[in-house]
């Protein structure tokens, strides 16, 4: 440990174990354009639209709207000072601020946060409890990042963690064009957890080591030096604003959690995948050749294995690890070679990879713009954003900023927002299957079929005799991973 401690005490002087939530310069905070409850909502937003979730919610009304909220400041306070935790919390008018915030006025925030939880805290726990850590510091993940394991802050941090670019690398993450373990919940919890343990080493408080997660062991240093305290809520006027706020909302955090059920908040059904082992990749392979040759769709594939960026699994100088449900995997073992050389060619093309790079880059949806009216668009079946950009008279890029997509994938029931400077036009939406009003001609030679909601070409082809998933790709050369609902494809007929 002593050994431990001295590295760290090496990075730290020389600026190499970046502050959590600053830039290259140390002068900007990484959530400087929205606060805390800001971030969170946006970032639920975003996993919500990665994993093709519903953001509807399911709890029955009584459960939705009928909170046990109204109560007097005196009784949180009461709650707060006996939360058993080695963490030194403490109850100010900043901790009831954020207290108001997540409990008086959560129900966006809460069911959802109580749902997701269900998906992570055991391994949270599990990893904290093997570094000898409080278990509390689960909750960090939730004001850092709302359980979303891709989280992008507007200054760069990354996963359920948050940690910077330098940071992550500092911590032994790997991050290139292709994986990025920030977004690994195992790696990137463990790494986390390393992390907290230095920090509680250097300062022997938890709630300083909290502040330093936020703003760097060097503002937190800088803050100790020109006040001469020594705690956190010392020191609390010489810090940035942000980590005035971090720890306070922090306690709120932990409060929610531990007393939810007075309240009546429950948690959101969340379906998640729980019977999931993991395999080792030991060839590049693109998460659409597990969906064409085992029928695993790639929303599964990408929600159990956020840390690859592309789709794509870039096994090529070493084995990766690779999560799927308990049930495809001797079926994977039995077709591995056939996985890995189904369709490489058109998989592994240089310029779509290169285009899906460009298109991984998103961030958190932009604001209205000035002197516009909004609408809420459903994406029905069929719609593309090129042609809702057509019928609203805007741009592809304008929809995507206002809704913080990283893609062009749409999901039927999808809100969109839209904002137009006059009435939104009303023209009829373009057709499915070619995205133009023109009727697809059909040649008689072939059968057809109708692409429904979570085809692939092996579903469609089990549903023909003597037709494979290969015949369907090549037959009417397409990329298996963008296949549209309302797409009519050739079957040869036998």
Not at 238 to 246: C, D, I, K, Q, S
Not at 253 to 264: A, Q, R, S, T, V
Request: net charge positive.
């Amino acid at each position: 440990m002593k050994k431990i401690f001295i590295i760290f005490l090496i990075l730290l002087t020389t600026g190499l174990l970046r502050a959590q939530n600053t830039d290259t310069t140390g002068d900007n905070s990484r959530k400087k354009t929205f606060d805390m409850v800001d971030s969170l909502e946006v970032f639920l937003k975003q996993w919500y639209y990665y994993t093709g979730r519903d953001t509807v919610c399911y709890l029955e009304d009584n459960d939705r709207y009928y909170f046990d909220t109204d109560l007097p400041d005196s009784i949180f306070k009461e709650r707060v000072e006996k939360i058993a935790t080695p963490i030194n919390v403490v109850y100010n008018a900043n901790v009831q601020k954020y207290i108001d915030k997540y409990v008086k006025r959560g129900h966006r925030l809460a069911p959802k946060l109580l749902g997701l939880s269900h998906q992570y805290f055991p391994m949270f726990e599990e990893k904290l409890d093997a570094y000898g850590i409080p278990l509390e510091l689960k909750y960090l993940a939730v004001i850092e990042s709302a359980l979303n394991p891709k989280a992008k802050s507007p200054a760069g941090a990354v996963g359920l963690w948050q940690f910077m670019y330098k940071t992550g690398l500092n911590m032994g993450l790997e991050i290139t064009s292709y994986i990025d373990e920030r977004m690994d919940p195992e790696k990137s919890t463990d790494a986390a957890c390393r992390y907290l343990k230095l920090l509680y080493t250097t300062y022997n408080d938890w709630t300083l080591a909290l502040a330093a997660y936020n703003a760097g062991p060097g503002r937190i240093n800088g803050a100790m030096k020109r006040s001469g305290k020594s705690t956190y809520w010392e020191i609390y006027p010489y810090l940035p604003e942000e980590t005035r706020n971090y720890v306070p909302g922090f306690i709120a955090m932990m409060y929610m959690f531990e007393y939810h059920k007075l309240h009546n908040f429950k948690p959101e059904k969340i379906d998640f995948y729980e019977d999931v082992d993991t395999v080792m990749i030991k060839q590049q392979m693109h998460f659409a050749q597990l969906d064409s040759v085992l029928g695993i769709p790639v929303e599964e594939t990408r929600e159990l294995n956020p840390q690859y960026k592309l789709d794509i699994v870039p096994a090529t100088a070493q084995y990766y690890p690779l999560k799927m449900q308990r049930k495809y995997i001797s079926k994977f073992m039995e077709l591995e070679d056939s996985i890995y050389h189904f369709q490489d060619s058109l998989m592994f093309n240089k310029q779509k990879i290169t285009q899906a790079i460009a298109d991984s880059k998103y961030g958190v949806p932009s604001g209205q713009p000035a002197g516009t009216n909004a609408t809420i668009y459903t994406v029905k079946s069929g719609d593309v954003l090129g042609s809702i950009a057509k019928r609203y008279g805007t741009t592809v890029a304008n929809i995507k900023s206002w809704n913080g997509l990283y893609s062009d994938r749409l999901q039927i029931g999808q809100k969109l927002k839209i904002y137009t400077k006059g009435a939104p036009k009303t023209t009829t939406p373009t057709t499915a299957s070619s995205g133009s009003t023109t009727p697809q001609k059909l040649d008689p030679a072939y059968e057809y079929y109708t692409v429904q909601q979570g085809d692939t070409p092996a579903k469609i082809a089990a549903k023909y005799n003597g037709v494979s998933a290969s015949d369907i790709i090549s037959l009417n050369g397409v990329d298996p991973s963008k296949l549209r609902v309302g797409q009519k494809l050739k079957i040869r007929k036998k």
